[in-house]
């Protein structure tokens, strides 16, 4: 059974960071494309930012590129994603997503919620 778990949400200011987490039980991480996504309020789902295998081609949606990190521990089972210089607008809830390389089902997190305010 495939379970992603998130964790590091939270308030934060705007210029400010926060390092999310995803853990992954149920799989063999080395074989899986992990991604993050957000949902604002109102909004579609977006993809934020992708890593494709161990140490596969990593993409950023526009918005947060030179601002956010994604990375992967696969000694721990673990994607992480580093933001920083937080805005306003990546106010949303952060969902981890993993996928097979060789496959098409999806996996998703239950989602962290991050709010940037003053």
């Known amino acids: 059974q495939v379970q992603l778990v998130e964790s590091g949400g939270g308030l934060v200011q705007p210029g400010g960071s926060l390092r999310l987490a995803c853990v992954a039980s149920?799989?063999?991480?080395?074989?899986?494309?992990m991604r993050w996504y957000r949902q604002a309020p109102g909004k579609e789902r977006e993809l934020v930012a992708a890593i494709m295998g161990p140490r596969g081609t990593i993409t950023y949606t526009d918005s947060v590129k030179d601002r956010f990190t994604i990375s992967r521990d696969n000694a721990k089972n673990t994607v992480y994603l580093q933001m920083n210089s937080l805005r306003p607008e990546d106010t949303a809830v952060y969902y981890c997503?993993?996928?097979?390389?060789?496959?098409?089902?999806?996996?998703w997190g239950q989602g962290t919620q991050v709010t940037v305010s003053s």
């Open positions: 149920g799989v063999t991480f080395i074989t899986y494309a």
């Open positions: 997503n993993a996928q097979p390389i060789l496959g098409a089902r999806h996996y």
